[in-house]
């Protein structure tokens, strides 16, 4: 280990480090902006000089490898004038408007100008002006300013996976831009206004709106994924400005998806719901909350005691907080009705009572990095969870074998060694033929029920993806993982893909996880499931699940946080239940979307509510309100407890959400996907008859009530439009591939919807996203008509 | 986009690199196209890019960076007149004043019929022969307003 010196103090650093490393691991300062821990090495801007005893001339620290005996001064007078004089040359193009720029205030250019910059330019001679281009909604440019680190360009190419962002021309009349000013379209892209050390890359929903040093910092985490994304959320007069990351290794690094980072422009939206609304003679009146409160205790315990407690409801957003989950499924239960979930968007609860304790990764994210092999069942990591596709894309830029039985050929930034791109009824039989040829290879028996569905000769399985996929899981072992995704945990046979995975996982020595929606660990602890109490605790009587409260209508319904039509898997179902209801309490951030209900009361946003989220690795992370939510909006956990003690039940009396979550044992929470008995379900999603099949899978700007209304998202290229995604071949046998839009039927309804020619897409298949508006009606048909319109 | 001739030259480059190092073939690939289309178009490099499965602001980087690369329409004559230290002090300053009388454009600029682009460049190695200049793949040194005239005269 090579011993050097950095301005007089003695340190042994690893061999190869940098010496920019070795001196920011002392906390000794040497100025820089093209360096970046997290991105490859280019020494372009120069401003790292430093002096190096018997080294002719200044050497950059970020590309200078520790040697022993090396004696390196950081501000010896050659290292600051070496410093000064890039300094110089970088300010001679730079403009002086730092009044009318963003960045002023937190600009790394500027500070470091202060510190080696001169009073007064001696460049005479005209700056050169940069032409900008619309990137896109998230990002202003002011290209004018930029000094050509590249970080940006590095992100995309390193760290995004996209490149999308470039270098063109040379010299003088380099630019970083996009090809012909394409928009930048990553789900990633805001990472660079971070990155960016000076004004050129701003954020647009942010712009012009404070200054850095006005604005209050609060600690927040992000509801919208898995993740539990760290955020330092700044608001100026109780409103939320913007989102930054905050640096934590084990979650989300320094980065932040864009979904995490501009989802708080809807809590400022218009659409914000303030006073509480009761609903009379169809109109909506806007009450006081006593007046609302009594409404709804009135309306509930009507409904309980003329038609029963098994007549009310619970559904609730998977985005909710561990003490908001833990309250509305006490106050369910504490009425006498176990109807409580908030998996609104699974198919499949037959191995219910056998789940894990928390759904999750069953491993530190940090190890995902560091896998051989990874297995993707039904899973579009990287715009549903798209920190953690960082993580799968690092394993892949390690030499990880990443793998794939998906229905749709999604853009990874990875790519896939072997692939299974199946319609969905397929895809447990995609999976069982990957066991199947594991079994053969292995030499073992397959379980009885899975040998039986083998043999039956429905499932082929001496393709080469199968034996490749069987292959590298057998080859890989404990350093392999299989992660079940959205559209697995949303599939019509979720079981059976559980099962045969679990079993590929445990004769491989695999990790199992499940990649679940948003919150959704911190619903299974806090009780928010009918078959089990908090603390994982099985109840007496399993209450009905998401999918059974809608197909057979109740007499009540709680809604938490959601848009029903859209956050439910059949909307249309969901729509016709609670309109049949006699009673609907909504407890809503937002107006819109509430049109079943009788009484709204208005919630606090994930910004506005102290609450505890659990994240899929088990992590508990707790976070303070930020700012208080707009007019006569309340917490939702402070709701609840006034209600529980209006509805009479016991022990409703907390005076903190640290009271609330006391009462769940944070401390057992242990995630993973295992089944603890196993068992094959028979598979019941089965080839369409007639028509298509129907695949569905919510994106990634549609997921939440929130990210929904988050302006700035919805107008990203993400934001896919709600259409009928068919490959090329597939148009043309149904005869639809020149027309603008099709009608697309199932049974009850018709909708009309634009054709848009995906490759992606298998055949026999089309996609339909869901989690708009104009999908509801389709409900959640598995199989579609397609009759051109 | 491209010829059959032009793909297999290029799959020719490819395969001189090591699997998964199409990308080093850009420039190269960047030449046949250019050969082919004259100039480089968005089109075309776009069109590179998907050949090398590269993304197209990567191949736009190599195509902007260096000036043998055009990414605007040129003549059917490129005339490039060196105008570094040696051609300069042999006067290269009066070569390209000539050629833009006598073709009636500016440095840069081609001419209405299509038949010439005129370009200064940096040294093209034939210092002994200063002042000189390029036309298509051809040198032409020790330049006078006679012999450019004759030269010009002599093409199509």
Known sequence: ?789 | MLSTHAHAEIDREVSKYPDGRQQAAVMAALRIAQQEKGWLSEEVIEYVAGLLGLEPIQVAEVATFYSMYDLEPVGRHKICVCTNISCMLRGSDDVVAHLQRRLGIKVGQTSADGRFSLRSVECLAACGGAPMMQIGKRYYENLTPASIDEILDGLE
């Open chain 1, 1 to 789: 280990m090579p011993t050097i010196e950095i301005d007089g103090r003695t340190l042994d650093v690893a061999a190869g480090t940098m010496i920019i490393k070795a001196a920011d691991d002392a906390g000794i300062y040497i100025p820089r902006f093209c360096y970046h821990e997290k991105l490859s090495i280019a020494a372009n801007c120069r401003m790292c000089l430093v002096e190096v005893e018997k080294a002719p001339k200044p050497l950059p620290a970020c590309a200078t490898p520790v040697a022993d005996g090396m004696k390196i001064s950081t501000a010896s007078a050659a290292a600051v004038e070496a410093q000064k004089g890039t300094m110089e040359f970088l300010l001679i193009n730079h403009p002086l408007d730092c009044p009318i720029c963003d960045q002023g205030g937190e600009c790394p250019l500027q500070d470091q100008a202060m510190g080696y910059g001169k009073d007064v330019s001696r460049f005479a001679e005209n700056k050169r002006v940069v032409d900008d281009y619309d990137i896109g909604p998230l990002i202003s440019t002011e290209m004018t300013r930029c000094i050509h680190c590249t970080r940006c360009v590095r992100f995309g190419q390193e760290v995004a996976g996209i490149m999308e962002l470039g270098a063109s021309g040379r010299g003088e009349h380099m630019h970083i831009g996009t090809f012909v000013g394409r928009s930048v379209d990553s789900e990633l892209s805001g990472n660079v206004i971070d990155l960016c050390p000076v004004g050129a890359l701003t954020s647009k929903p942010y712009r012009f709106s404070a200054r850095a040093w006005e604005l209050a910092n609060a600690d927040a985490i992000s509801p919208h994924d898995c993740v539990g994304a760290n955020l330092n959320v700044q608001s100026l007069r109780n409103e939320v400005r913007r989102v930054l990351p905050r640096d934590n290794r084990q979650v989300n690094d320094c980065w932040l998806a864009d979904r995490d980072r501009y989802s708080y422009t809807a809590v400022n939206d218009s659409d914000r719901l303030t006073t509480p609304v009761v609903r009379r003679d169809d109109n909506w009146h806007e009450v006081d909350w006593q007046t609302a409160l009594d409404a709804a205790v009135q309306g509930l315990t009507t409904v309980l005691t003329e038609r029963g407690p098994a007549q009310l409801g619970a559904l609730v957003s998977p985005t909710a907080t561990l003490e908001e989950f833990y309250l509305l499924q006490k106050l369910v239960r504490g009425l006498g009705s176990d109807n409580i979930d908030h998996r609104l968007r699974q198919r499949d609860f037959r191995d219910d009572a056998a789940a894990p304790l928390c759904p999750g990764l069953g491993q530190p994210m940090s190890t995902l990095d560091d896998q051989a092999a990874l297995l993707l069942v039904g899973s579009n990591i990287r715009k549903d969870q798209p920190l953690l596709g960082l993580r799968i894309r690092n394993a892949f830029r390690a030499g990880a074998t990443v793998m794939a039985v998906n229905c749709q050929d999604y853009d990874f930034h990875f790519d896939l060694a072997f692939r299974h791109i199946v319609a969905p009824d397929a895809m447990p039989r995609a999976l069982a033929a990957v066991a199947a040829a594991f079994a053969v290879q292995q030499g073992i028996e397959l379980p009885r029920e899975l040998a039986a569905w083998v043999s039956s000769g429905e499932i082929e399985f001496s393709d080469s993806d199968s034996a490749g996929i069987a292959g590298q899981l057998a080859e890989h072992g404990a350093e392999a993982s299989i992660l079940l995704g959205s559209t697995a945990l949303q599939h019509a046979d979720f079981s059976a893909l559980r099962a045969i995975a679990q079993w590929l996982a445990t004769e491989s020595g695999a990790t199992l996880g499940v990649l679940p929606d948003a919150n959704s660990a911190a619903g299974w602890i806090a009780g928010a499931v009918p078959q089990r109490l908090a603390n994982g605790v099985a109840a007496s009587v399993s209450g009905r699940h998401a999918a059974a409260m809608l197909e057979q209508p109740l007499g009540a319904y709680i809604t938490f946080g959601i848009d029903p039509e859209l956050d439910c898997l059949d909307g249309r179902g969901a729509r016709a239940a609670l309109q049949s209801a006699d009673f609907v309490v909504s407890f809503s951030a937002f107006r819109s979307g509430q049109e079943a209900a009788n009484v709204v009361l208005p919630i606090a946003t994930f910004v506005e509510t102290a609450g505890t989220y659990v994240n899929c690795t088990g992590q508990v992370q707790t976070a303070a309100a930020a700012v208080a939510a707009p007019g006569e909006g309340r917490p939702g956990w402070k709701i609840l407890r006034v209600l529980g003690n209006l509805l009479g039940v016991d022990d409703f009396d907390y005076v903190t959400a640290a009271d609330v979550s006391a009462e769940v044992d944070v401390a057992r929470i242990k995630t993973g996907a295992e089944v603890s008995q196993w068992q094959l379900y028979a598979p019941n999603g089965s080839r369409p008859v007639e028509g298509l099949a129907r695949i569905s899978d919510v994106p990634l700007y549609a997921v939440d009530a929130i990210v929904r209304r988050a302006e700035a998202l919805q107008a990203t290229v993400d934001n896919r439009t709600a259409a009928a995604y068919l490959n090329a071949a597939q148009a043309e046998r149904l005869v639809v591939d020149g027309c603008n839009s099709v009608e697309v039927q199932t049974d009850g309804a018709s909708v009309r919807l634009p054709v848009v020619i995906d490759p992606r897409v298998p055949d026999g298949c089309v996609y339909i996203p869901a989690g708009y508006a104009e999908t509801v009606d389709i409900g959640d048909a598995m199989s579609v008509r397609l009759v051109a319109a």
